[in-house]
């Protein structure tokens, strides 16, 4: 069997890394940058940061803000208006997933046009040319959309998300920097972080999971349990931890797929605009206590990284020991374990769409429309 890896060009990390910057831009002669970049980060001086640094170095850009947190077909059609307007010839995004995802759509339809529609992106799309040369600064410590070659755009007419995956569409420069991420709000950081942790834990269980991903997976947990906690306090440790996590994970899901408490996590935020992370959080621990039975033993190396002591568990104690582990810090952040907004009369819709979704054939365990429907009947 042949096992595709794909990865950022370069990326760079640490406190003050966004310095890198302009250097990166000057080397390679650009000229305009177009900047996606969410409007609350806009408002609060986050994106400031780096324009900032684009202001002292001379160099134009022009900025895009016209972005929801569950970015839509509409945003990104605005956007790809927007980049054709402003005579930019790269793309810097800044924010989270919502300003990531938006940007990687604009990026692959400038230079695949005949994908304008934004719907025939879903899935994997078979575009011919790379995206605009991207650089990609994440201001929160979950998504890793700067280090995958996924995206997710919400479709308001058929109240759905729809991902798409495509290796064209991955940044070619990833700079995370910890100091970007040090005005998240506390339920902004714990949801994104256990948004991570999501991908770390499916990533490592998914059907199509092996040693190299693995590898990651696992790390990328043991750094996500050792430093959520830290990172939601605001303590600089923490988030310098969450950082580096969250891309670790990124590397990896991003090349083996994911499972379904993301399809039903995309669906609760189509339907009902629950912050995605929110919703990976409450689905997680139910996922895991339904995928447990074909696990293996890897739901010791879960809790094992998570930093429970299974020396002479059974593989039932272990197991719940995982789950138990996961449940503990999602709440210890602040994650609901209910949704309320979630109606009967709903169910059959959001599991028809979870059932669906493109993340559902990673899910080691089967799941028909009517197991997902008992999943979601769970945070009822």
Known sequence: MVNRFVLNGVSYHGKGAIREIPGLVAARGFRKAFIASDPDLVKFGVTKKVTDLLD????????????????????????????????????????????????????????????ADVRSLEGVAPTKNRTVFTIAVPTTAGTAAEATINYVITDVERRRKFVCVDTNDIPDIAVVDPDMMSTMPRG????????????????????????????????????????????????????????LGQFVTGMAFSNVGLGIAHSVAHTLGAVYDTPHGVACAMMLPIVMEYNACVTGEKYKAIAEAMGVDTAGMTQDEYRRAAVDAVRRLSVDVGIPTKLPAIREEDLEFLAQSAHADACAPGNPREASVEDIKGLIRQLM
């Open 188 to 243: 902004l950081t714990a949801s994104t972080g256990m948004d991570a942790l999501t991908h770390a834990i499916e990533g490592y269980t998914t059907k199509a999971a092996w040693e190299l991903a693995d590898c990651l997976n696992l790390e990328a947990i043991r750094l996500i349990a050792k430093n959520l906690r830290g990172a939601v306090a605001n303590e600089a440790e923490g988030r310098e931890g969450m950082a």
């Open 56 to 115: 002292e170095a001379g160099m134009a850009y022009e900025v895009y803000s016209d972005i929801k947190p569950n970015p839509t077909i509409e945003n990104v059609q605005s956007g790809v208006a927007a980049y054709k307007a402003s005579g930019a010839d790269y793309m810097i995004t800044i924010g989270g997933g919502s300003s990531m995802d938006t940007g990687k759509a604009i990026g692959i339809i400038i230079n695949n046009p005949e994908f």
